[in-house]
């Protein structure tokens, strides 16, 4: 843990002004203003009157197939940035630094090395994707800055490093969640499986699926995979149609998994469809249309939910993008919170004490609902679970 010394004064700083906007406290958020990207050429830098100022990179999914990811993940970034920076204003001033990894593990490794090595960030957040993250994550953890995962749900992402941290709650959490709301109200029984098999998170999502068929007891009727870029799912769909599951379990990014909803819709499988996390984005119901009625997913985050926070959000996030935020653009907005809060925690800009002040977050009550970290810095929170209908998703009752 070297050099980080500087970055120490950073977090303790951090840390009060989110308190001050209530990240902790619940109270609603101040209003949103423009995020910068600003490049600095040293994680900290002690302007006059000690306002201190922190560069965070962002490693996001901004181009390519799933990019509406990233483009949300962005959005949230953006809009906690302006609150924050006017709220803390005279104390700490934080700077985002945009990296596209185009969801690729290449691109994820090559964002983190140049935000690291010519960046000098004090931290990053993402990248989007969990495979992106095995990719990048050991490269940040070697060199001892925090990275901060705030969509990756795959098993094994802290194992990576003490310097890895997410706030996305786990598919292992989520899916038996939104699978015993569907069991217990839907009298499932038997259940078909389909999933990416080129794609971690997907293959991750779908052995947490099947495990948890397996403990409830349900009968699995049959199996069937695709890859991420693929646009026909007839022959893997037909064949599991006549095995006559009442549920099929989707396991995919929001892209694929859409297209494999609107063919099981439209080949005549009638079953109850529940998906994982990449379902949980508005794009869904752009490519599914109204097939998406009727799938079930998890989500530690509802836009419709009545909570004064949430909804304060909801608004200004309307407000800054005329549309309602997902749950990845949720995420991102807590995760700056977060991060804000642990610098001010630490009182200055040193990545090692900002890991430290990070590893020690508790209670804190974001958008996302309340969270804290166990002692491998996974999060310990709920997931909700909702229904697609008419466009969007609501309640589950």
């Known amino acids: 843990?070297?050099?980080?010394?500087?970055?120490?004064?950073?977090?303790?700083?951090?840390?009060?002004?989110?308190?001050?906007?209530?990240?902790?406290?619940?109270?609603?958020?101040?209003?949103?203003?423009?995020?910068?990207?600003?490049?600095?050429?040293?994680?900290?830098?002690?302007?006059?009157?000690?306002?201190?100022?922190?560069?965070?990179?962002?490693?996001?999914?901004?181009?390519?197939?799933?990019?509406a990811y990233g483009e949300a993940q962005k959005a949230g970034l953006e809009l906690a940035l302006g609150e924050l920076n006017e709220a803390n204003k005279g104390k700490l001033k934080m700077e985002l630094k945009f990296e596209d990894s185009g969801g690729e593990k290449e691109g994820a490794i090559n964002a983190v090395n140049k935000l690291i090595n010519q960046d000098n960030v004090v931290a990053i957040i993402g990248p989007t994707l969990s495979g992106e993250m095995f990719a990048a994550g050991p490269v940040a953890n070697e060199a001892e800055v925090p990275i901060f995962g705030i969509s990756n749900t795959s098993e094994g992402i802290n194992d990576i490093g003490e310097y890895v941290f997410r706030n996305?709650?786990?598919?292992?959490?989520?899916?038996?969640?939104?699978?015993?709301?569907?069991?217990?109200?839907?009298?499932?029984?038997?259940?078909?499986?389909?999933?990416?098999?080129?794609?971690?998170?997907?293959?991750?999502?779908?052995?947490?699926?099947?495990?948890?068929?397996?403990?409830?007891?349900?009968?699995?009727?049959?199996?069937?995979?695709?890859?991420?870029?693929?646009?026909?799912?007839?022959?893997?769909?037909?064949?599991?149609?006549?095995?006559?599951?009442?549920?099929?379990?989707?396991?995919?990014?929001?892209?694929?998994?859409?297209?494999?909803?609107?063919?099981?819709?439209?080949?005549?499988?009638?079953?109850?469809?529940?998906?994982?996390?990449?379902?949980?984005?508005?794009?869904?119901?752009?490519?599914?249309?109204?097939?998406?009625?009727?799938?079930?997913?998890?989500?530690?985050?509802?836009?419709?939910?009545?909570?004064?926070?949430?909804?304060?959000?909801?608004?200004?996030f309307e407000a800054k993008y005329n549309k309602k935020p997902d749950q990845f653009a949720a995420q991102a907005y807590d995760s700056l919170y977060i991060m804000s809060q642990s610098l001010l925690g630490a009182g200055k800009a040193d990545r090692e004490e900002l890991r430290n002040q990070l590893a020690q977050l508790k209670d804190f009550t974001g958008v996302s609902g309340k969270l804290s970290f166990d002692e491998k810095r996974n999060p310990i929170g709920d997931a909700v679970v909702v229904v697609a209908k008419d466009g969007k998703f609501v309640p589950f009752e």
């Open 168 to 316: 996305s709650l786990p598919e292992s959490i989520a899916i038996p969640t939104a699978m015993k709301a569907a069991v217990e109200k839907k009298g499932i029984k038997k259940v078909a499986l389909i999933y990416a098999s080129n794609d971690d998170f997907s293959v991750n999502g779908y052995k947490v699926m099947k495990a948890t068929a397996e403990k409830m007891g349900l009968e699995i009727t049959g199996e069937a995979t695709f890859s991420n870029g693929d646009v026909d799912f007839s022959a893997q769909l037909t064949k599991l149609k006549q095995t006559n599951p009442d549920a099929l379990l989707v396991s995919a990014l929001y892209k694929e998994g859409s297209m494999v909803v609107k063919k099981a819709r439209e080949l005549g499988i009638t079953a109850t469809i529940l998906g994982g996390n990449g379902f949980n984005n508005p794009k869904v119901f752009e490519i599914a249309g109204p097939a998406a009625d009727g799938l079930i997913v998890a989500t530690p985050f509802s836009p419709e939910k009545q909570d004064d926070k949430v909804q304060a959000f909801v608004k200004a």
């Open 1 to 67: 843990m070297k050099g980080f010394s500087l970055l120490k004064s950073l977090a303790t700083i951090s840390l009060g002004a989110v308190l001050m906007v209530g990240c902790s406290s619940g109270n609603s958020a101040a209003p949103a203003a423009n995020g910068g990207s600003t490049p600095a050429q040293t994680p900290a830098a002690e302007g006059a009157g000690g306002e201190v100022t922190a560069q965070i990179g962002v490693v996001g999914f901004l181009s390519g197939s799933g990019a």
